[in-house]
């Protein structure tokens, strides 16, 4: 346990996206080394980023908050040293120390996997590839990887799990945070029968700059990054380049040229991606690196389904696009849901309930300053409780998952 504190601290002080960790790592051989270095002698090696100052903070208290809830919440600690690390994310120049996870372990045996990535605004063209291809790959044996994002991202997810398949999201947030919320009920479906995982500690938000970064582990841990569709300013755009550079193959589906979202695949294929119609593309060329873990000829057999149904199972939605009413079956299937719904919601009260029992004196008085419409930091400052113990206590809560960090740095408790 000691050691996996250590490893949550170092992943604290890196940088994402970066190659800080694996220079550490390779310096000091483990994370207590880099953990009892002089933090000046990290700075040398990164004399223009703010290393000293995160190096110098030895407090490992947040990284045992961390520890703590992960423990309570299921949420598994993968560090660079642990057996179950993906190989395929352990040779790229900027691994994370760690990642969080929740699912199956052995979602990341040796085999194909394929990451199907686009555009939010999927047109109906894009969702319909997205969904045949998702679900061929997944059929023929493969593993979907994608980043649970709406539009290309929840299609290709969905479309795995009807095909009976695994599937991987890999998060730009805290494993605790469902970004988008919509996708609350395919981020469940994707943990029963895959992973969710991601290099952001529990309580960090959706923020804008962390899905680029996030984009590194989605190529890494593909074979292979197809592009459904995307603009030219599409992040999809930044997934292929780094499988690019990660010595990925990159494919790319062909769209009307006069569409904007068929940038991103008119730049992928001038920069050298294969063109992409069917997923039997990409199959066939790596059904001889996974001989008899790759079976195209199962397609034959493949029971067609009904994307529009599979979308509304899994609450897959477009502000174009409308799903067929449910069917009687359905309709008996979603009151089933309703009431295992509200049980799970007694769950999460009694849950909430034990936590907010366990805070100290000043997390507990803090909790319950906080009024419903949330407040300030300052706000939340009294004559004996000072600035300090609000951030201390403020980010204790929201590891805990009492509170979350809304736009303009308001605090809102999370009921």
């Keep these: 346990m000691k ?39 990290i700075s040398e090696m990164f004399p223009n980023s703010n290393a000293v100052e995160r190096f110098s903070d030895k407090s490992l208290r947040r990284s045992g908050a961390i520890l703590d809830y992960c423990s309570d919440a299921g949420v598994s600690i993968i560090t660079y040293e642990s057996p179950e690390y993906p190989e395929k994310l352990k040779g790229i120049d900027d691994p994370p120390a760690v990642i969080y996870f929740k699912g199956r372990k052995d979602v990341f045996t040796d085999g194909l996997s394929v990451s199907v990535v686009g555009t939010r605004s999927a047109s109906d063209y894009g969702r319909k590839m997205a969904f045949s291809i998702a679900k061929d790959i997944a059929a023929a044996g493969g593993t979907v990887v994608s980043g649970m994002a709406l539009g290309i991202d929840g299609v290709s997810h969905a479309a795995a799990l009807a095909a009976g ?164 079956d359905e309709l008996s299937s979603i009151e089933m849901e309703k009431e295992l719904a509200d049980a799970e919601a007694a769950v999460r009260q009694a849950d909430l309930d034990r936590i907010v029992a366990s805070l100290t004196g000043d997390e507990y008085r803090i909790y319950n300053d906080i009024p419903e419409n949330g407040c300030t930091y300052d706000e939340l400052v009294r004559e004996d409780i000072p600035i300090s113990a609000v951030l201390r206590s403020v980010s204790a809560l929201q590891i805990k998952g009492l509170v979350e960090i809304m736009p303009g740095e308001r605090i809102k408790r999370i009921t």
């Design 3 to 41: 050691n996996i504190i250590y490893w949550i601290w170092l992943s604290l002080a890196c940088t994402p996206g970066t190659d800080m960790f694996r220079k550490i790592y390779e310096r000091y051989g483990s994370p207590a080394a880099a953990y009892a270095a002089d933090p000046d002698d």
């Design 165 to 328: 398949a695994m599937t991987v999201a890999v998060l730009g947030s805290g494993i605790d945070v469902v970004y988008p919320k919509s996708h609350a009920y395919l981020m469940r479906e994707i943990i029963k029968n895959g992973a969710v995982i991601t290099e952001y500690p529990p309580g960090t938000p959706p923020m804008r700059h962390n899905f680029p970064k996030r984009n590194r582990i989605i190529s890494a841990l593909s074979d292979a990054t197809v592009v459904v569709e995307g603009n030219a300013d599409s992040g999809s755009i930044i997934t292929a380049n780094y499988a690019f550079k990660q010595g990925r193959a990159v494919y790319a589906v062909p769209g009307n040229a006069d569409s904007e979202n068929s940038e991103a695949s008119t730049i992928l294929i001038r920069k050298g991606a294969k063109i992409l119609t069917c997923a039997d593309d990409v199959l066939r060329d790596f059904e001889f690196v996974y001989p008899g873990k790759v079976n195209v000829f199962s397609l034959l057999s493949e029971k067609p389904l009904n994307m529009e149904r599979v979308l509304y199972k899994y609450r897959i939605s477009s502000d174009k696009h409308h799903p067929e009413p449910p069917s009687d």
